[in-house]
Each structure stands twice: as C-alpha cells, then as structure tokens.
C-alpha cells in the first residue's frame, strides 16, 4: 500500500489518538500531518515494514510525545468531546462541574494504568477499533490486546468503584 493510501485509510484514526492524548483539535491535524512527513522521510524504511500500522502507530506516538515536549508539558489524555458519560453519573451528562471533575479523575486513573493497557483501552473506548484493529496499531497480537483490555478494565474498576467526584467549596458544588 503506498503512503497516500495508507494516509487516507489511517488518518482520521490518527487525529482522534491525537485527541483522546489531550492534543488540542488546532494541533492534531499539525501533529499527524509531522508524523506522515516523517513517514515519508523514512521511504523504504516504511514501505518494508513487516507491519507498516504499527511503524507508523509509533511514529504518531512519538510525535506526540515531541509535540508535548515542545510546549515542556508531559502527554496526558482528554476525553473526546460528545463521548457517553457511562462512568460519570450514569450517562446524566448535564456538563456540570461534577461532569468535569469526573473525566479528569477518570483521565488520572487511565493515566495510571501500564501504557500497553492504557493505549489499548483509548483505542478501544475513544477510537471504537476492534482488537484487530488495535493489533496492528500496536504490532501486538489481538488476544494480547484482549489481555491488555481486560487486565485496564479490572484496574479501572478497583479504581472507580466507589467512585465519586471531588467538589470542594468554591468549584460550584453543594455537597
């Protein structure tokens, strides 16, 4: 597959992993477009890759964490705008403080997790890609990526279980 069908097959993918690692929208684009440069650069290098997904699925992360060593901010996740606030009141979202509070703190607890398990959890949660699909991504085998889901389900459970949003006085709460 040459490099501009691979680019249309794969990057609006790319844009939204962008997003879901708290690349603001203005950026994403700026952000993969540099990837796909480097892709480029990298000729045959790229186009001999075993698994060119997953060549280039590093490139992309890479990018990213280049992106936010340039601001000398570290990566961090942001949920996607209109994602299902399933975790957050039962899916209320009424886009209240708590509303807010609560992604951030689930944020921190996938920031927690091992990045294997965290990646694969973005990808399958914020991307909707199937474990074949996260596969290649990762150049990982796709009972690995159920692995990786499963063992980032379990760790986000214990860590949400009881969960409920920090509000103190002056954040808009009355608790």
Do not use: W
Not at 27 to 40: G, H, I, K
Not at 64 to 82: E, K, M, S, V
Not at 136 to 158: D, F, M, N, Q, W
Request: proline letters at 3%; charged letters at 25%.
């Amino acid at each position: 597959m040459e490099l501009t069908a691979f680019h249309d097959a794969h990057r609006l993918n790319f844009v939204k992993y962008a997003r879901s690692r708290n690349v603001q929208s203005a950026d994403a684009e700026d952000v993969v477009s540099a990837a796909f440069l480097t892709l480029y650069r990298a000729g045959q290098a790229f186009l001999a890759a075993d698994n060119r997904t997953a060549f280039a699925f590093k490139v992309l992360s890479d990018t990213i964490i280049d992106h936010f060593r340039r601001r000398d901010r570290r990566p961090r996740t942001q949920a996607l705008a209109g994602e299902p606030d399933d975790y957050c009141g039962g899916g209320t979202g009424d886009g209240g403080i708590e509303s807010v509070i609560c992604r951030v703190d689930v944020e921190r607890a996938l920031q927690a997790l091992p990045a294997r398990q965290a990646d694969c959890l973005r990808l399958r949660l914020f991307l909707e890609l199937s474990r074949e699909q996260i596969a290649r991504y990762l150049g990982i085998s796709p009972s690995a990526v159920s692995s990786h889901i499963s063992a980032g389900r379990r760790a986000l459970a214990g860590r949400l279980e009881s969960y409920q949003p920090h509000v103190t006085a002056g954040q808009g709460g009355t608790k």
